[in-house]
């Protein structure tokens, strides 16, 4: 089982970026799957997750507005849509792939089973 975030990129403060994550090696269909990052000096955090449904989203505060999470499960493949960058958002970003994950666990990077390897994102001012 593989995952691959690519996407990221050098932006400039405002502007927009996608993330994709695409998996391998088994189907995720029924698989929760969320971005996590991680900014240089500072903890691993939960950015967004959305249940195998795809129409069950859930965003931190601190991004709620401005990205959106979606997935498609043909392609196994994820996304994660960015606007309005700001430097608050650089950070390794990471995908992630959970088959128990419930509500109550999402934000949770125990709750997940399988990583990808991150993609970093720098935003200036």
């Known amino acids: 089982v593989q995952l691959q975030a690519s996407g990221g990129g050098l932006v400039q403060a405002g502007d927009s970026l996608r993330l994709s994550c695409a998996a391998s090696?088994?189907?995720?269909?029924?698989?929760?799957v969320a971005w996590f990052r991680q900014a240089p000096g500072k903890e691993f955090e939960f950015v967004s997750a959305i249940f195998r449904s795809g129409n069950n989203a859930h965003y931190a505060n601190s991004v709620k507005g401005r990205f959106t999470v979606s997935r498609d499960n043909a392609k196994n493949t994820w996304y994660l849509q960015m606007t309005s960058l700001q430097p608050e958002d650089t950070a390794v970003y990471y995908c992630a792939a959970g088959r128990r994950v419930i509500l109550s666990t999402i934000a949770r990077e125990n709750a997940y089973d399988y990583w990808g390897q991150g993609t970093l994102v720098t935003v200036s001012s």
């Open positions: 090696g088994d189907t995720f269909s029924r698989s929760t």
